[in-house]
């Protein structure tokens, strides 16, 4: 992105003035090297969100942003309740797509010798890949429930403990999810997938905590060094896919209908207010829903594994969070605490200290966040902070961000040499596809730690522990 | 002549067909789709399915198509490697295509997978027709898959 066309707030912040037919400015979060790496795309979807109906003060792009449908991935917008929109493009195909981190209380010297055992065995219990299919079947009227009651029901089935739902984002279940609003083949193409990991960048890793930057903080959230945790990177499948296709052509239609003047056909919204837009937002609930019932299940599988390998093993959920999601929150606006609707598109959020979505041990903390990195390279526990939540309605990156194309990626490397090179440093890994595992290739990311930093550095949010990766298994 | 390519894209895969009359582009369109899901050649055209859509567009009819092929692989646990369309027509300014996908059941052992498409999306969708000399009409169509 040519950064002369910027104008430099900081040495963290770079805004794209409002120009034309923009309604706010576009902001865009990273360091001078990374921005300049963003692709001009980027600058084009955060000024396109910036045209759309009742945003409020700014677009904003991640350090981690990249060319995404509609927004740029790592993109961020708040609508006003009443002139505003809702946007599959602020939201994507696979609503409520999140990673989930456990904490255990065995260390390095425990669970290095048995990685191995563990990653095996973790391979053949979490369905992974194309088409997989998990073990629970559930009747219309029991999909019905799920939709409304996300991680809470699937609990009250046994997978899981009252426990896990306090440190799930919306206590794994939010209001006001509607299964009328989900069509028949969104609810038919949903069979046996709870409880499975999909493919692509999805991921169950087994890692280690390698480094404390904020020992307080990581005292207080329960994590010590050489600590083993597990995350678990995954969506809400093909509920989740198909909700998403079914309003993609409704959207069309309503951008028609309502006139709204999209300057990207990816951008197709409809009214807040509007009845397909109320519709969308209900459905969409589902899809969340439904992804923290996913996560859930596949920690409850995670736990049953380790317990059969170390049967004095405690695990237990550190953090769920989902990154593609559009929720209602409060926000000050103009001085004044107002209830916004947050468009995140591969962006978490991280709100600071004092929210009452925080539970309460954390509360006076910040929120925990969680950002993944790449099979071969680290991934990072971070805490919101109240900046964050003044400049971009408390929400910080989700990733590193894919650098180089899947078609690339699959020129350069091979799968199973790949899997050779990252056993050779310590990371055993089992994928579904070797294929897809050679397009996931740690070299065609965005270089983790820089995005990081510069999310540290720009105050979204501040580095309490960093992990590294042991064992992997990749759909 | 190229029938079908997958395409470059940062984060995803694009896809694209070719054909000398609009149907056989959009047929070799969902070739190039699902040649992202699994190897093509592996999968044999046992059964059926019909498929039906309508869109206000043919971008939009394309994006159709292809997240109906998706819903129903899923519906089905199939996969897809041979397609007919039978005809796209306009009537009241509504574009409407009625043909054939053929597949089988999905093997992982067999059919290789690769990544799993979410969704056919908007971007860089087109759907282009050339005229390289009056014998020679050739009609493109594109768009990214999220995987």
Redesign the interface.
């Not at chain 2, 290789?112 to 799993?116: A, G, I, L, N, T």
């Given at each position: 992105m040519d950064i002369k066309s910027l104008k430099k707030i900081s040495d963290y912040q770079w805004e794209i003035p409002k120009t034309g037919e923009m309604n706010v400015p576009g902001r865009i979060f990273g360091d001078e090297k990374l921005v300049k790496e963003m692709d001009e795309k980027v600058r084009e979807q955060v000024t396109n969100v910036a045209c759309l109906p009742g945003i409020l003060k700014a677009s904003l792009a991640m350090p981690d942003g990249h060319w995404g449908y509609g927004f740029s991935i790592g993109g961020v917008a708040a609508m006003e309740p009443e002139k505003g929109v809702i946007s599959i493009g602020g939201i994507g195909f696979d609503s409520g797509c999140g990673v989930r981190t456990l904490k255990t209380n065995l260390t390095l010297n425990e669970v290095k010798p048995k990685i191995k055992k563990l990653v095996d065995l973790l391979f053949q219990t979490v369905p992974c890949g194309l088409g997989s299919r998990g073990k629970i079947i559930l009747s219309p009227g029991e999909a019905d429930e799920l939709f409304k009651e996300g991680a809470k029901w699937v609990i009250k089935r046994g997978y899981g403990t009252e426990d896990d739902l306090k440190y799930i984002e919306d206590g794994g279940s939010l209001e006001g999810a509607e299964p009328e609003y989900v069509s028949e083949t969104a609810k038919r193409r949903e069979k046996r997938q709870v409880g499975t990991l999909g493919s692509g960048n999805h991921y169950e890793e087994i890692q280690c905590i390698d480094e404390i930057y904020d020992e307080e903080t990581a005292k207080r959230f329960g994590l010590f060094k050489n600590q083993i945790l597990i995350s678990i990177h995954c969506g809400s499948r093909a509920l989740g896919h198909q909700i998403g296709t079914d309003y993609l052509k409704i959207l069309a239609e309503t951008s028609r209908k309502y006139g709204i003047k999209i300057r990207n056909r990816e951008l197709v919204c409809a009214p807040i207010n509007s009845l397909e837009g109320k519709r969308y937002a209900a459905a969409n609930l589902c899809a969340l829903n439904y992804s923290y019932a996913n996560r859930q299940v596949i920690t409850h599988l995670t736990r049953e594994c380790f317990k059969k390998i170390f049967p004095k093993a405690e695990v237990k959920t550190f953090w769920d969070l989902t990154h593609n999601s559009a929720r209602w929150e409060k926000h000050k606006i103009d001085g004044e605490l107002k209830k916004v609707l947050v468009h995140r598109k591969g962006a978490t959020r991280a709100f600071g200290p004092g929210r009452e979505e925080i539970p309460e041990e954390y509360r006076e903390i910040g929120q925990p966040i969680l950002v993944g990195g790449t099979m071969g390279t680290y991934s990072f526990i971070l805490k919101g902070t109240d900046f964050g939540m003044k400049v971009a309605f408390g929400s910080a990156c989700h990733g590193a961000g894919r650098a180089m194309s899947r078609t690339q990626a699959k020129k350069r490397w091979q799968g199973k040499e790949l899997a050779q090179q990252l056993e050779a440093r310590g990371i055993y890994s089992r994928t579904a596809s070797w294929g897809g595992f050679a397009e996931e290739a740690p070299g065609a990311y965005k270089d983790v730690v820089e995005v990081i930093e510069a999310v540290h550095n720009a105050n979204l949010a501040t580095k309490v522990v960093r992990m590294r990766p042991l064992g992997v298994i990749k759909g | 002549m190229l029938k079908y390519e997958?395409?470059?894209?940062?984060?995803?895969?694009g896809i694209r067909g070719y054909g000398k009359t609009i149907e056989e582009a959009f047929e070799n369109g969902a070739r190039a789709m699902f040649g992202v899901?699994?190897n093509l050649v592996k999968v044999e055209p046992k059964q059926e399915i019909e498929i039906k859509c309508e869109?206000?567009n043919l971008?939009?009819l394309l994006?159709?198509w292809l997240?109906k092929l998706?819903?129903e692989a899923?519906?089905e646990?199939f996969?897809f490697s041979d397609f007919k369309i039978k005809e796209i027509k306009k009537t009241n300014s509504i574009y409407k295509l009625s043909g054939l996908a053929k597949g089988e059941e999905?093997d992982?052992k067999k059919h290789?997978?690769?990544?799993?498409v979410?969704?056919a999306?908007?971007?860089q969708?087109k759907v282009e027709k050339k005229d390289y000399n009056p014998l020679a009409t050739r009609y493109i169509v594109q768009t990214?898959v999220?995987?």
């Open positions: - | 997958q395409f470059e894209h940062q984060a995803d895969v899901m699994v869109a206000a971008e939009e994006v159709e997240n998706l819903a899923g519906i646990n996969i999905l992982p290789e997978p690769k990544v799993e979410k969704a999306t908007y971007s969708l990214i999220d995987v």
